[in-house]
C-alpha cells in the first residue's frame, strides 16, 4: 500500500513539474494624467522579475545602438539574455503540455525610461522567436514584452529564445522614443503603419489611437502568424 501510496505521489509531482508555466507579469494599465513636466528613470524591474534581471551580465542589461552603440540579437546562441519586443506573432503548442511560439519585432532599450511610463526605442534589430508555456489568449497581440532566457539557436538570422520569465505591457503602458539607433527591423511590419521610418513618434501620454497608427490593427496580428 505504501508502494501504491509513493508512486501516486510520484505521479502527481510528475504532473505539477509537466503543467509549470513559464512566470509571466503584467503591467497594469492606469490611466496616466499629464503633470505639466516629464523626468527619466533607470529601469525597474519587478519583484517577480527581479531575480532574472540579476542573471543578466552588465552588457545583457541594456540592448541599444544610439549614441555609439553597437548591440546586435544576432550571434548570440548559448547568451542569456533580455530582449524587448511587439508581439506579432503567436503559434499555440501543438499538444497540451507543449510551448506557445511568439514572433516578435525587437525595439532597442538603452536603460532609460520614463518614469511614468515604459520607453523604448522606435527602431530595433530584426525579429527573434520565443518560446514559453503559456496561455495563448492572454498574450496580447501588439503588446510589448521583455523576455529573460537563453538564445538557443538562430535559424535564417532569426534567434530563438527559451524564455524563463516575460513580463507583458499592453497598450496604454509604453511609447516609443525617437532618440534611437539605425533600424534593422523587418520591413514587412511598416506596411502595417500609418507613419513613416522619419516621423517623430514619441508620445508620453498615448492613446488607443497612437498604437493603431504606429504599429497595426491587433486583428491583422497573433494567432498563427509565421516568420517571413
Known sequence: ???????VAIIGTFAVVAAAQTPIGFQPVVELKPTGSLSTCGYAPSTAEA??????????R??????????????KS???ISWYGIVRGITPATQPDGEVTLL??????????DCHIMLVAKTGDGDYIAQLKADPEKIPALALVRIYG???????????VVV???RVWPWLTFTFTDLAGADHSNPRWQKYSKVKPSDDIYRPYPTIDYY????GNPGDFGLNLKPE
Open 1 to 7: 500500500m505504501k508502494s501504491a501510496a509513493l508512486a
Open 51 to 60: 531575480p532574472f534581471f540579476a542573471k543578466l551580465s552588465v552588457k545583457e
Open 62 to 75: 541594456t540592448n541599444d545602438t544610439a549614441f555609439g552603440g553597437n548591440y546586435t540579437i544576432h550571434k
Open 78 to 80: 548559448g547568451t542569456y
Open 104 to 113: 516578435l519585432q525587437h525595439h532597442f532599450f538603452d536603460g532609460e525610461t
Open 150 to 160: 537563453k538564445v538557443v539557436t538562430e535559424k535564417d538570422k532569426i534567434p530563438e
Open 164 to 166: 524563463e520569465y516575460m
Open 212 to 215: 493603431r497608427e504606429v504599429l
